[in-house]
Nanobody, 115 residues
Framework: QVQLVESGGGLVQAGGSLRLSCAHS????????MGWYRQAPGKQRDLVAD???????YYADSVKGRFTISRDNAKNTVYLQMNSLTPEDTAVYYC?????????WGQGTQVTVSS
């Protein structure tokens, strides 16, 4: 069973930065891609950014130029650097692993941006 553990969430003022981490227990050879999603209260869970095993990245329009997804295969960790945060970025952020046969989710980490 693959486990994903997110960390790095918290309370930050508008304009500030946070870096989320997602540590996983999967072999890198079993991963197609890793992604970060977010879900605000009363809203659906949306893709924020993802990175493929080949290193290609995708960003939602709302975070382009502000967020950066990266990975450290030696540490089995994926990161989401979030800069210039706004109150609209407030949500629970989830890490997702796209495996060869199954997908896995982390438990989520709360990000709250105050105005």
């Amino acid at each position: 069973q693959v486990q994903l553990v997110e960390s790095g969430g918290g309370l930050v003022q508008a304009g500030g930065s946070l870096r989320l981490s997602c540590a996983h227990s999967a072999s890198i050879f079993s991963i197609n891609a890793m992604g970060w999603y977010r879900q605000a209260p009363g809203k659906q869970r949306d893709l924020v950014a993802d990175i493929t095993s080949g290193g290609s990245t995708y960003y939602a329009d709302s975070v382009k130029g502000r967020f950066t997804i990266s990975r450290d295969n030696a540490k089995n960790t994926v990161y989401l650097q979030m800069n210039s945060l706004t109150p609209e970025d407030t949500a629970v952020y989830y890490c997702k692993l796209y495996g060869l046969a199954y997908d896995y989710w982390g438990q989520g980490t709360q990000v709250t941006v105050s105005s």
